[in-house]
């Protein structure tokens, strides 16, 4: 079912499944203990990466069930990949979320696996970033928590986020930057995150988020959301992403920054420290098939004959806009954000 703009309720599972090694950790001692008084069936595994068990007869069904599947798990590899243009460096302390949205570009990295993972050996992790940046003194040196999960969608689960924004609080040449389509920040409003942790809002025109952003927290939530991160004092940003190419999409999008706008300007936040991303809707061959098996039915221009294809890292090649159609789209959207937010920094257009 579509986002309708209710209330949207926190994440809970239907199913939790603890890697053995994840006992040793007190985070996965407390789920466990929390899991068991709330009933919800448990079962223990050697490896958060071959998790059996999940009903599935058809790849819809499959899929609609992992994202009620619930992995508890240790991170091993703590070495991090770049991230370019977002951060130096990204890293996970899960993969995967909640939320259904159709065109997620996680579908091929995550493949057969797009169950909910959480990591629980977040001293590790934090210990491992930490040493990444004393390799690059004295430069600042910045971490993406999103890439492959929506940290604030489990945080009320694991407080892992709230970790991690503490940590940073405490980093002179280190910067956190997460994205979220949740809604759920009261936890983090108070914590000592001394500006060194942006927190970006993804928003999208509100035929797209009821479309094909199933599960995932309403606009109007994500915009009070974004109020209350500001009025607590961190560095905000809005990740404005896929953007579309839709009949009516310039009229759709000026009417989402107007909302924005009319949700922030009482309280100016930050002034010139606002910050805009702007990423075109692409896919992959691979997640083009993945998705198709999963929405069988979608409404998704995955037309390659509609698009022009872009080599990228590791010899692997996407689908995105012709030129000319990147650039109105780029030149809209810079335009109108520049209109509403004058003093605001639009980072990129990919």
């Not at 223990?44 to 609609?64: C, D, F, K, L, W």
Request: charged share 25%.
């Amino acid at each position: 079912m579509a986002n309708s703009g209710t209330s949207t309720p926190p994440f809970q599972p239907r199913r939790v499944f603890f890697e053995q090694r994840a006992m040793a950790y007190p985070l996965a001692q407390e789920l466990y203990d929390r899991f068991t008084a709330d009933k919800v069936p448990i079962r223990m595994i050697e490896s958060h990466n071959r998790v059996t068990g999940i009903p599935g007869g058809t790849p819809q069904i499959a899929y609609r069930e992992a994202k009620r599947t619930l992995v508890v798990g240790v991170k091993v590899g703590l070495e991090f990949d770049t991230c370019r243009p977002s951060a130096d460096y990204e890293f996970a302390m899960g993969t995967s979320c909640p939320g259904g949205c159709q065109y997620c570009y996680l579908a091929t990295t995550l493949g057969r696996k797009p169950y909910v993972r959480v990591y629980v050996n977040i001293d590790e992790i934090l210990a491992s970033i930490k040493r990444h940046i004393e390799a690059r003194l004295p430069e600042t040196t910045s971490f993406e928590a999103s890439s492959t999960s929506d940290p604030l969608a489990v945080e009320h689960l694991t407080g892992n986020l709230g970790r991690a924004i503490t940590f940073f609080g405490q980093q002179e040449h280190g910067l956190l930057r997460l994205t979220t389509k949740f809604h759920l920040v009261d936890s983090l409003l108070n914590l000592p995150h001394n500006e060194r942790t942006r927190f970006r809002f993804s928003v999208n025109s509100e035929k797209i988020i009821t479309t094909y952003e199933q599960q995932t927290a309403a606009l109007s939530e994500r915009l009070a959301a974004a109020v209350k991160i500001a009025q607590a004092g961190y560095p905000l940003g809005f990740v404005i992403a896929p953007l579309f190419l839709y009949p009516g999409w310039q009229h759709d999008y000026g009417k989402m920054l107007d909302k924005l706008h009319a949700a922030l300007e009482t309280i100016n936040p930050a002034g010139d420290n606002l910050t805009f991303e702007l990423i075109q809707h692409r896919f992959t061959k691979s997640a083009k098939r993945v998705i198709l098996e999963r929405f069988p039915h979608t409404s998704l221009d995955l037309n390659e004959e509609n698009r022009m294809y872009k080599w990228g890292k590791y010899g692997r090649g996407k689908y995105v806009y012709p030129k000319e159609a990147a650039q109105e789209l780029e030149q809209y959207m810079n335009a109108e954000i520049m209109r509403r937010f004058p003093q605001a920094k639009v980072e990129y257009f990919t």
